[in-house]
């Protein structure tokens, strides 16, 4: 099993609408049993897709395709022996909304994840919120 963790920049002009993107992930992944964690500041994206090798690499195939998006920084991509993000999820913070309640949410969804995973999530988190 597959665990692949990337960041990425929205492009300057894309409407992004999260729930879109939530909603369309959650058909795609649940019929192919990827999992992970999306977590949107409203200028990037880190996500965690976990599953099986050939689902996880089809599946970012085509986010890596996916305009809305750039600059895709695969940050780690490794074997792991079981799910260390339960279930999808996603943190959203809208620019400008203070960024305290979704920095605690990706705390508490990546409690259970390995140490350096955590402290990626962690950073991204801190960084924004000092921004
Ligand atoms: C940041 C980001 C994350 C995405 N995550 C997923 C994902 O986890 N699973 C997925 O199927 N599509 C994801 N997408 C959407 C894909 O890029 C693509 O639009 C979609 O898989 C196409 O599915 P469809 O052919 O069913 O419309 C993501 C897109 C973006 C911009």
Do not use: C
């Amino acid at each position: 099993m597959r665990q692949l963790v990337y960041i990425s920049s929205i492009r300057r002009q894309a409407a992004i609408d999260p729930a879109n993107i939530l909603a369309t992930s959650r058909r795609n992944n649940a019929r192919a049993r990827v999992t992970g964690l999306l977590f949107f500041d409203g200028k990037r994206f880190l996500q965690a897709l976990e599953g099986d090798d050939a689902v996880v690499d089809e599946t970012f195939a085509r986010i890596q395709r996916d305009d809305r998006h750039h600059a895709l920084v695969v940050l780690s991509s490794r074997e792991i022996e079981r799910r260390e993000f339960g279930e999808w999820a996603m943190a959203f913070n809208a620019p400008g909304d203070a960024n305290s309640e979704a920095l605690e949410q990706v705390e508490k969804l990546v409690a259970d994840a390995d140490p350096t995973v955590r402290a990626t999530f962690e950073g991204f988190a801190k960084v924004r919120r000092a921004a």
